[in-house]
């Protein structure tokens, strides 16, 4: 069974760096777009970061362009998200996703797309 298991959360005060991995089993995703999407209380899940398996072109969200970085590594068949220069609003649930069929931040949400069980991470001011 295909699983996407997420770790590397947790507190941290503004200005810090955590680094997530999302290790993926059970199936190829040679094909697939991973991404990053986080939750904050009371409030919608959020695009941060995508990329294809394959590597090739990354995509952002607004609210994160240069200060997170999405990579993979093959051998380990884990996707990262760096994040740097944390803020108190990066605070939430942080999700790592697969998809066939999305493209960067669009396409999201399929009854195919596979997802992990999510990371807290905390950002105090």
């Known amino acids: 069974q295909a699983q996407l298991a997420e770790s590397g959360g947790g507190l941290v005060q503004a200005g810090g760096s955590l680094r997530l991995s999302c290790v993926a089993s059970?199936?190829?995703?040679?094909?697939?777009?991973m991404g990053w999407f986080r939750q904050a209380p009371g409030k919608e899940r959020e695009f941060v970061a995508a990329?294809?398996?394959?590597?090739?072109?990354?995509y952002y969200g607004d609210s994160v362009k240069g200060r997170f970085t999405i990579s993979r590594d093959n051998a380990k068949n884990t996707v990262y998200l760096e994040m740097n220069s944390l803020k108190p609003d990066d605070t939430g649930v942080y999700y790592c996703?697969?998809?066939?069929?999305?493209?960067?931040?669009?396409?999201?949400?399929?009854?195919?797309?596979?997802w992990g069980q999510g990371t807290q991470v905390t950002v105090s001011s």
């Open positions: 059970g199936r190829t995703f040679s094909s697939y777009t």
């Open positions: 996703a697969a998809s066939r069929y999305a493209g960067g931040m669009n396409g999201w949400g399929t009854p195919d797309d596979y």
């Open positions: 990329m294809r398996w394959s590597g090739g072109s990354t």
